[in-house]
């Protein structure tokens, strides 16, 4: 039996009960993807007893497609609302209340469930007699399908958690759609959604259920692809952070979980959360701050110098070293400053960018704000140097015959524990966006006054990835710093300037290639190539719309 009092449903080794799961899909004028999530869900096999879809009073014909659906499909039942609810809590109450199974799963309208990820689930849900199985999830964004991992670390491989409690990393996995729930457990320990318009429910709904300290069960397998739409006429809340609004619904149900924690009498949890928003949800923001217009960082910054105001010196000192110094800065000033500074302390891997001043031997962060100290850098209990938050600038020239990329670097000193750690050779890593094989190059480094430069050469021709056709391919530079003392330092490069523009260069293996060196948003180099006669035809569309663009 489990925690839930729904008996343990005995299985022979290779076999699975049929009919265990509802799967939940919700959506709101999204007629356009809506049927591809309700088949992937309908596709998922016989562990699936029913998909229910909740259409939330949509005006843009989603409820048609779910009723054509559902006179093909009989395990398809369409919930349609009569008013719209304002958020995603409302559908999936919902669809927990009608739905008729032990489990549930929640898919939003326009991501899909990968084949088996129900089955995956359900199977580590019943081996453990655990009220929740979990795993990972993909961000995919489209339309370039590049994948990254949500919380990797979590689900590197099968685990059973007897207690949030014991493994409070658990509480980085805010998201609702990636985890499979025993009903019985959500309804007797009220876990459910935020009503109506709440922003980030999600997170209320996750502390509820990690307050009531389910088993959990983690699967290294991919059971949900969440698809990024950038230029999507609605995006979702995850992307739409270019609004205070935003960042204020954010706090609010940040604070909802952390007053939940407490009111369960699950301190650490409460701690754990605190610690957590510093070291992911503070440095998120904080990356985008230099993008946003005036109005924005002041209320931005008023808004988080108040929140901070709350936390103990003990929930600053728990928080990793350019989270706690973030939060510290925005504490001691008053108004937004050194924005970009701070956004590359915000970037992962995170950066540290001169000047760097010192109060004493102290290192601090500027010399007008003495009272923020950068501790951990120096002293005893400083960190390795491997985790040191070193910036290594770049410049990038691109040359001709063959096609090539001048690469120069330049290694920052920081307080004396780069001069200690004695880096002598620096390995250029390319690293194609959503995997594949990576080119390496590698150079000695010379000191150059307190710091170390590098120059290398980086072939083109092998970056225009064949096999996969013309479309661009994107390489993110990362670099490894080799020390006779201190190992290994790993970080990405900084574009410094140079070269950032797209340009044609000829090749004889392509013919032509498009090559662009760009910032990305947090300030690293990366590069995006394309080859053959497709990259001809983009740049003839780049000169026709040059010449036809008027002259001010």
């Not at 035809?537 to 008027?550: E, F, K, M, S």
Request: proline share 8%; aromatic share 6%; glycine share 8%.
């Amino acid at each position: 039996m489990n925690e839930s009092g729904t008996p343990a449903l005995p299985h022979a080794p290779g076999t699975l009960p049929t009919d265990l799961v509802s799967v939940i899909v919700i959506g709101y004028d999204d007629a356009a993807h809506i049927g591809t999530a309700v088949r992937s869900a309908l596709a998922q096999g016989p562990a699936v007893a029913e998909v229910i879809a909740v259409d939330d009073a949509s005006t843009d014909g989603t409820g048609a497609v779910l009723d054509r659906l559902a006179a093909r499909h009989p395990r398809l039942r369409v919930i349609h609302r009569t008013v719209n609810s304002g958020g995603c809590g409302t559908p999936r109450n919902d669809g927990v209340r009608a739905a008729r199974t032990p489990y549930v799963m929640f898919l939003d309208s326009d991501d899909v469930l990968p084949a088996g990820a129900a089955e995956t689930l359900l199977a580590a849900a019943l081996r453990h007699e655990a009220p929740v199985a979990a795993g990972l999830c993909v961000r995919r964004e489209l339309p370039q399908r590049v994948d990254t991992h949500w919380q990797p670390g979590l689900y590197r491989a099968a685990a059973l958690h007897r207690s949030p409690e014991h493994h409070p990393a658990l509480l980085h996995d805010t998201l609702c759609v990636n985890k499979l729930y025993d009903r019985r457990f959500l309804t007797e320990h009220g876990v459910a959604f935020p009503e109506g318009p709440y922003p980030y429910e999600d997170f209320v709904f996750s502390a509820r259920l990690l307050a009531a300290a389910p088993r959990i069960a983690t699967v290294p397998d991919t059971v949900y692809v969440w698809h990024v739409r950038r230029g999507a006429a609605r995006p979702s809340i995850s992307l739409d952070r270019d609004r205070i609004g935003n960042w204020h619904a954010r706090l609010r149900a940040h604070r909802r979980g952390v007053e939940i924690y407490r009111a369960a009498g699950r301190d650490p949890l409460a701690h754990a959360a605190r610690v957590k928003f510093l070291d992911h949800d503070l440095r998120m923001y904080v990356r985008e701050l230099p993008a946003r217009g005036d109005g924005y960082r002041h209320a931005w910054w008023h808004a988080t110098r108040e929140f901070l105001t709350g936390y103990a010196e003990a929930e600053l000192a728990a928080a990793r070293a350019p989270a706690r110094w973030i939060a510290r800065v925005v504490l001691a000033a008053a108004d937004p400053r050194d924005l970009d500074r701070l956004a590359q302390l915000a970037a992962r891997p995170a950066r540290l960018l001169p000047p760097y001043a010192r109060a004493g031997t102290i290192p601090v962060w500027a010399d007008d704000l003495p009272v923020v100290t950068l501790d951990g850098l120096v002293g005893p209990g400083a960190a390795p140097a491997r985790r040191l938050p070193v910036t290594v600038d770049a410049t990038l020239r691109l040359l001709t015959g063959p096609p090539r990329a001048e690469l120069r670097l330049r290694v920052h000193e920081l307080y004396g524990r780069l001069a200690a750690a004695r880096p002598h050779t620096v390995d250029v890593e390319l690293r194609p966006r959503g995997g594949g094989t990576a080119f390496e190059a590698r150079a000695s480094l010379s000191a150059d006054g307190p710091d170390w430069t590098a120059q290398l050469r980086i072939g083109l021709a092998p970056l225009a990835a064949p096999g996969t056709g013309h479309r661009p391919h994107t390489w993110d530079l990362r670099v490894r710093l080799h020390c006779a003392r201190g190992g290994v330092i790993r970080t990405a490069v900084r574009a410094a300037g140079g070269a950032l523009g797209r340009r044609a260069l000829p090749s004889a293996r392509h013919g032509l290639l498009l090559v662009r060196p760009y910032a990305t948003a947090n300030g690293s180099l990366s590069l995006r190539v394309a080859a053959g006669p497709l990259c001809a035809l983009l740049l003839a569309a780049r000169r026709l719309r040059r010449r036809r663009t008027p002259r001010p």
